[in-house]
């Protein structure tokens, strides 16, 4: 495209293939190693990172039947509540060295990195070498991908995994071929048998884009998009088939369901309820409910499903009457549920912001400005297709992140950071392209202005972090904002100190809260990068995780210095403590929320030596060395001994896995030997657990013995 006069272009010709040049191969050098090197760096200091994970991992590495189906230990009596490819990678490695920290976390820090040189290669086919290195280190500097790439979560398996289904895409759309279709769909596939549902929202993006930028006729481009989906449900569906198809029997409870059905878990808890906050089993639903809701039997302000209307309360529950008193949701604007407001703005709240939105009002910008650039080229424009793909990308998984009432944590937004790391890497590469151009160079002054806005906005929640930051920001930006108008100064040698300027402008924030991300552990069910924010997230979690809002602190996080958590979390009213329930004392051990010796529903178990050695007593006589409410607090335990631990009622404690007749058939058999008090919830929304009855029959038919703070119950003994 070429200026014919200051405000209007000629027609544009489709865009050459790009040339490499000859610092490109050492630009990407720096970019990737520098990239590994960041994701690698300290990764033993989050020790097992999400310990119901890494639970699964050490499973998975000792046993094939575990690995296959995901089971949360090595006896299969309960699976993970995800599909399980993104523990494959990581049980194999574990497999190979052994299990430690390194062996679980390098294999996810290696998945980022082919993340952000996938996204280069991605961009870079279509814009050039400058726009793929600079989508590739805004994606590498995302505070929430340094977080996710350097933890054991699935997402930074379904983030390499989208990524690759837009390069496929982006292939058919160049020569229109069916075979670049149907890897789009083997791409999706994987990416369901990662993180189920969640893999869906880039499908529409991805048929829209072919529909619309595909070479041939429509007719066949339908039948092409018929042959991705068949790829898809091949790619998933073998597995699906297997897992329904196996003997119930014989196989582990599908958690996170009610019903043992990897389909119900599919379109309910991992599915629909996502967005409607209808998630049976779940520890809340879509918001708080109102005093007596006895229809979901929650007490006055309580979670539903979770302590009865009368004040009862399942073991390890939270006490009847729900939060504490000045609790706020996660997130937290008021009127929200307990997962956050939901709302065009959820994004840019205070639990959120951090990680994902400092380069988003710009991203949206240079959408609308690419797509304009290229509006008189042909339909099958590659450049054309590449913004229509990630701009759909981020607008759909963006709007249902900020409108979905079920579960919501902050670091699901690491899926936004491919799009807009795309995003700015081409829009703003094309539109200096057309800076001769008077509004292409008011639309790059603007977006320069909206980066120092929202720089300006989300520094100023951790007024103590790099203070003297923001300030920088707002001045390099201001001053690249205005010189970016005057056609002289974009040009030639000033040219290059105007990029400099924006691209410290675009950065310099979400560089500084990475490598606060990458210089801090992070360990827990829930995680956020960055350093605290006010309003933001925090507490029980640990590492900057947890339920945001719980008893919320001074600057509006919820951590404690001593990791203890929320005041109320895991006691009855008046200080009465819930059967199986622990709270913080001097022995270490803490409520149902947050961790300590006997975990908790989002924190694993850190047992002491004695109680690891009292578990491994005869080890090898039982199936299972101990059973514990509650997938986290069962983690900790399993860890440490190497020997499989009973998961009861999976996650959150609420599934019925394994009932009360099943579990006094296995005490009556001598499977298991211990059973721990304390740990998760014990109960959730409409939820059918077992939990609550199996520890009250175990509280009255066995004797409790105290070892390093936790209470355990010799099963081979009755009381």
């Known amino acids: 495209m070429t200026a014919t006069a200051e405000g209007s272009a000629a027609s544009v010709p489709a865009p050459e293939p790009q040339r490499e040049v000859r610092w490109e191969p050492w630009a990407l050098g720096v970019l990737l190693v520098g990239t590994g090197v960041a994701y690698i760096w300290g990764l033993g200091a989050s020790g097992w990172a999400n310990s119901f994970y890494a639970a699964a991992v050490q499973a998975g590495s000792v046993s094939w039947k575990a690995f296959f189906f995901g089971s949360s230990d090595a006896a299969n009596s309960i699976t993970v509540d995800k599909p399980p490819m993104s523990l494959w990678l990581m049980s194999l490695s574990v497999r190979i060295f052994g ?180 998630e049976t089993g779940s520890v809340g639903g879509g918001g708080m409910r109102g005093p007596g809701d006895a229809a979901t039997g929650a007490a006055a302000g309580g979670f539903p499903g979770m302590g009865e209307a009368t004040g009862g309360m399942a073991p390890g529950g939270m006490p009847a009457g729900g939060m504490p008193a000045g609790g706020m949701a996660p997130g937290g604007g008021a009127g929200g549920g307990i997962w956050g407001s939901t709302g065009i703005t959820r994004l840019f709240e205070s639990a959120q912001g951090g990680q994902i939105a400092w380069l988003i009002p710009a991203a949206l910008i240079l959408l609308v400005a690419g797509i304009v650039l290229r509006g008189k080229a042909p339909r099958v424009d590659t450049q054309r297709a590449s913004f229509i793909v990630w701009g759909l990308w981020l607008l759909v998984t963006g709007l249902t992140f900020s409108f979905m009432a079920g579960i919501f944590h902050a670091y ?136 945001g809002g719980f008893g919320g602190t001074a600057d509006g996080g919820n951590r404690r210095t001593d990791g203890t958590p929320p005041a109320g979390m895991g006691q009855m009213p008046g200080g009465a403590i819930a059967p199986g329930t622990t709270t913080s004392t001097t022995d270490g051990t803490r409520g149902a929320m947050g961790g300590g010796a006997a975990g908790g529903l989002l924190q694993g178990s850190t047992p002491g030596a004695a109680v690891v050695s009292t578990l491994e007593e005869n080890s090898d006589q039982f199936t299972w060395v101990a059973a514990a409410i509650g997938s986290n607090s069962a983690s900790g335990y399993q860890l440490a001994t190497q020997s499989p631990v009973m998961a009861i009622g999976g996650f959150n404690g609420s599934d019925p896995s394994p009932t009360l007749a099943q579990f006094q058939q296995y005490v009556a058999e001598g499977k298991i030997h211990f059973f721990i008090a304390g740990g998760g919830m014990g109960g959730g929304m409409n939820a059918e657990g077992t939990a609550t009855a199996i520890s009250t029959w175990v509280t009255e038919n066995f004797t409790a013995t105290t070892v390093d703070g936790v209470t355990l119950y010799d099963l081979t003994v009755a009381g």
Request: aromatic share 10%; with cysteine.
């Open 412 to 547: 699901y937004t690491v899926a936004l950071a491919p799009a807009i790391a795309a995003l700015l890497g081409s829009g703003s590469v094309v539109a200096w392209r057309h800076r001769d151009v008077l509004w292409v160079r008011i639309i790059l002054a603007v977006s320069f202005a909206a980066t120092v806005a929202m720089a300006w906005v989300l520094l100023g929640r951790s007024p103590s972090f790099v203070p003297w930051l923001r300030w920088a920001i707002l001045v390099v930006g201001i001053v690249a904002a205005v010189a970016v108008l005057i056609p002289a100064v974009s040009r030639g040698r000033l040219a290059v100190a105007v990029i400099l300027a924006a691209i410290f402008t675009g950065l310099a924030g979400p560089t500084a809260y990475a490598i606060d991300t990458i210089n801090t552990p992070h360990t827990g069910s829930i995680v956020s990068a960055g350093p605290s924010v006010e309003g933001g997230m925090g507490g029980p979690g640990g590492g900057r995780g947890g339920f």
């Open 99 to 278: 299990l430690n920290s390194w062996a679980m976390l390098v294999p996810q820090a290696l998945l980022g990195v082919g993340s952000v040189a996938l996204l280069w290669g991605t961009v870079r086919r279509y814009f050039g070498a400058a726009a793929g290195l600079l989508a590739g280190l805004v994606l590498a500097l995302t505070p929430v991908a340094a977080l996710m790439f350097r933890f054991n979560n699935p997402d930074a398996m379904l983030v390499l995994l989208m990524i690759a289904a837009v390069w496929a895409m982006m292939r058919a759309v160049q020569d229109g071929r069916t075979r670049w279709l149907v890897l789009v769909g083997v791409f999706c596939g994987f990416g369901f048998l990662t993180k189920q549902l969640q893999v869906m929202l880039v499908v529409p993006p991805l048929a829209l884009t072919y529909l619309i930028a595909g070479p041939p006729k429509l007719g066949k481009r339908v039948l092409q998009l018929f042959a991705a989906l068949g790829g898809l449900i091949v790619s998933a569906g073998w597995w699906l088939a297997i897992v329904e198809l196996w003997p119930a029997d014989s196989r582990p409870w599908i958690g996170g369901s009610q019903n043992n059905s990897i389909l119900e878990l599919t379109l309910g808890y991992n599915g629909l309820g996502r967005l409607s906050g209808n």
